[in-house]
């Protein structure tokens, strides 16, 4: 009986220890659920933190990734935006990258009007157009927003919160759009500069 036991106790002092659970990759059009359950797509990374539309819910909601671990809570909501701070880091990598775009983002410098930007839409896919416009003042059914860029992108009905970059430099977040892809529209955006220095956050790059 001695053996048998001396014999199980090296078995078990020598078993292999559980493979650690690898980080869960967030880019830009990620999709997010919000407690509340609005709509919440991530947008560019922020170190530590995501940027989410205002549907994802007040300050406070408990924002999920993949899989329905909770990221972190909505910590700020401004008229065009809403922060995400990340309480788990180590559950999740934050990637400098576009879902469904080509390169890596490598900084924020915006482009000026007649320069080309890009998005990716849920039902249209890459399309790019230039920029026409900047700070456009323009009414949606939940107010006036200021310091709107205006491009030709067409949008399309999941362009929402969807990100706009000119190469490898993030540009900003859709958040109105009139038009078609068929016919031909106007696409509005907030610059990431403005939310990048008014929160006093860092844009991961690659």
């Known amino acids: 009986m001695r053996t048998l036991l001396i014999a199980l106790a090296l078995l078990l002092g020598t078993a292999a220890p559980a493979a650690a659970v690898a980080p869960t990759p967030l880019e830009a059009g990620t999709p997010l659920t919000a407690?509340?359950?609005?709509?919440?797509?991530?947008?560019?990374?922020?170190?530590?933190?995501?940027?989410?539309?205002?549907?994802?819910?007040?300050?406070?909601?408990?924002?999920?990734?993949?899989?329905?671990?909770?990221?972190?809570?909505?910590?700020?909501?401004?008229?065009t935006y809403a922060v995400v701070t990340i309480t788990n880091p180590a559950a999740w990598v934050q990637r400098p990258t576009v879902a469904g775009a080509p390169g890596t983002i490598t900084g924020s410098a915006e482009t000026a009007v007649g320069g080309s930007v890009c998005r990716v839409g849920g039902v249209t896919g890459l399309r790019c157009g230039t920029v026409q416009q900047k700070n456009a003042t323009v009414s949606f059914p939940g107010g006036t927003i200021t310091g709107l860029t205006r491009t030709n992108l067409c949008p399309d009905g999941r362009d929402h919160w969807v990100a706009v970059f000119s190469g490898s430099q993030a540009q900003g977040h859709v958040i109105g759009g009139s038009g078609s892809c068929t016919s031909g529209g106007t696409t509005w955006f907030y610059p990431l500069n403005r939310v990048l220095a008014a929160e006093g956050l860092t844009l991961v790059t690659g």
């Open 35 to 79: 407690a509340g359950g609005g709509r919440c797509p991530n947008g560019f990374n922020a170190r530590g933190h995501l940027l989410v539309p205002t549907s994802c819910g007040p300050v406070g909601t408990l924002v999920s990734g993949p899989g329905g671990v909770v990221v972190g809570p909505i910590t700020a909501v401004r008229p």
